[in-house]
């Protein structure tokens, strides 16, 4: 047990047993969970990276000119890190949750609630790495055809940073998950909270930020950090102190949104 | 606390948005017996059997599993019981034998030969040609099957049912019951809750009675009968008495009021009462019959429990 009474239930044989079935699951349903992280980066990079690239040319980045479409493959590559965790945390855990009793019948036997919610957490982080490497393989193969210029040796080492901070989002996903009233309801923290973050993050353009406030608010954001520490590695291939931001953020993000959601979830689902 | 008390329960309490649900229970169930909770809607059986099993903590009270506390011997006693719960919590995404072998991982020490337990249990409930369909694929009878089974995976040595037949056909409910009788057989103490109280009377060797969040009898059905309701129910159709004379009666005499079920009173009686009745009413015609755990309920459901209780 550490300092944070929750952390201690990480490491426990009944995290681990929530996050190998939801894994199982997966694999009997490999074929349709492979296809949207496969097609979605290859149509957003058609449209973006090729389409609108065409009329943007290139952008600077640190001092240097850089082909729009090589600028946005690592955020590419970071929204796939954050958006599956977070969806994957958000409806999914919701649907197991709420439609298919799943956390119910889990919670008849040794397995406790604390153990599902980090079970549910690690998992979506987990997808989110299975994504990440989808996409990191799309992007060697684009890099091959020389659609991009990428410094392709750190692509697979990515998607598993990706991990640590694939494990906040999903923690902060579930948080809403506790407190939506219906699954129709998550258009909220949808729509008003991942793609506002998701925007103010240099995952498809450069953000200039004037506004000290705004300022403040995007060095708070871990995806900022994640789309910033991709681009340094996979343009100049070298890791920067976004990287150290990351994972700083990302800690604090996961310590105070897991703790949040475990007691949200108790709330709900215990009534406690 | 009897030697063979798999499971004791003390002082239960629970309450929700500061009413309280349960009320300073007490329990105990032994190995090879079934305890049958019964009592009518919002009585506290469900929130009094998922304090039982974990689901929720009680605000005052201890459960015993073994004779080990299980605030203190939470993993442990948890390894000791299986929940077959009211809802259906199958795992749609897996096959009726793939349920069975997932849920197995939930439980630490592993069952040693797990191929072994899932083909005794499918081969015990009936499953073995279901074995690769997904549990959509069944009938509510063979879900049901499914759920029990998944519950004793792990070899547990007590079960809780909660309403194991709602819902099912007369003849999947004399298989529920045929099962029941076999695990009971077999040596597991069993809880159960049901609404039925033909299948309480059948399958229980004691009862349990809720009322309000609090037990208002306890012992074996036929005994809990003769004691509270009396040895006769007298079944008096409404055209033959003035109801208000009958309530009357009834209330002065018994301490509570009849219960009506369509056409018909329902009075119990005992032998002495009997006597007065018919003394009381010459010219009502009535048949008599011997009292059910169902006349039990009707007469708690009416509200007057503690009235009902009153020695007769």
Redesign the interface.
Known sequence: MTWNPYLGDLAD??TR?VF??NT??YL?NWRTAFLPPAIEPIVSFLAFGLGLGAYVGSVQYKGSAVGYASYMAPGLLAQTVFATPFFEALYSSYVRMFY???W????????ELRHIVWGEITWASARGVLNATVVACVLGGLNLLGVVHLQWHWLPLLPLVGFVAGWSFAAFALIFTAIVPSIDHMNYPVFLVGVPLGLISNTYFPLPVHNPVLAALVQCNPIYHLSESFRSLLLRGEPDMHLVWLLLTSSVFLLVCATLAQRLVRKRV??? | MAHSDLLVARGLCKS?EGRRVVDGLDLHCEAGTVLGLLGPNGAGKTTTLRML?G???PEAGEILYDGKPFAAHR?EC??MIG?C?Q????????SVERNLR??A????PRIADIDKRVKHLLDLFGLTPHAHQSPEQLSGGFKRRLMIAR?LV?EPRILFLDEPTTGLDPAARVEVWQLVSTLRAQGLAIILTTHYMDEAERLSDECLILSRGKAVAQGAPRALLGTILGEHVAVVPAAQIEAEALERWARAELGAAPARVLEDWQVPLTAAQLVAFSAQFPNARFTVRDPTLEDLFLQLSAGDETAALRPT
């Not at chain 1, 889990?106 to 397995?111: R, Y």
């Not at chain 2, 809802?87 to 897996?94: A, I, P, Q, R, Y």
């Not at chain 2, 991982?105 to 630490?108: D, G, N």
Request: no cysteine; charged share 30%.
């Open positions: 044989w009944r047993a190998v079935r199982r699951v009997r298919q009793k799943t119910d019948g889990l919670l008849a036997t040794q397995v215990l009534g406690e | 929700y099993y689901f929720i903590e993993s948890k390894r929940v719960a809802e259906d919590t199958l795992d749609h995404d897996f997932v849920y991982t939930y439980f630490q519950s792990h």
